[in-house]
Nanobody, 115 residues
Framework: QVQLVESGGGLVQAGGSLRLSCAAS????????MGWYRQAPGTQRELVAV???????NYADSVKGRFTISRDAAKNTVYLQMNSLKPEDTAVYYC?????????WGQGTQVTVSS
């Protein structure tokens, strides 16, 4: 079992920045990759950014050049630095970890961007 705890969400004006954190605990060995997803009201959950155990990253087109995913292996923590935020980035952001055939999710953190 892997537990994920997100933090760092909040309310920010358009053009501002936020940094989300996701701390992993439990049976964290052999985690293949971690990532961030988001879900706005009335929409499906969508991928924002992922980072593999080897450090490769991938981003949704809508956030490329604005968001950066990174990790601190010593702290078992993954970060999402979000710059130049737009109102359409408003959503609940979820941390995800993949371990073999298992998917683990955090509880989510609200990000609201005002215009």
């Amino acid at each position: 079992q892997v537990q994920l705890v997100e933090s760092g969400g909040g309310l920010v004006q358009a053009g501002g920045s936020l940094r989300l954190s996701c701390a992993a605990s439990g049976s964290i060995f052999s985690i293949n990759g971690m990532g961030w997803y988001r879900q706005a009201p009335g929409t499906q959950r969508e991928l924002v950014a992922v980072i593999t155990s080897g450090g490769s990253t991938n981003y949704a087109d809508s956030v490329k050049g604005r968001f950066t995913i990174s990790r601190d292996a010593a702290k078992n923590t993954v970060y999402l630095q979000m710059n130049s935020l737009k109102p359409e980035d408003t959503a609940v952001y979820y941390c995800n970890a993949v371990q073999g055939t298992y998917d683990y999710w955090g509880q989510g953190t609200q990000v609201t961007v005002s215009s």
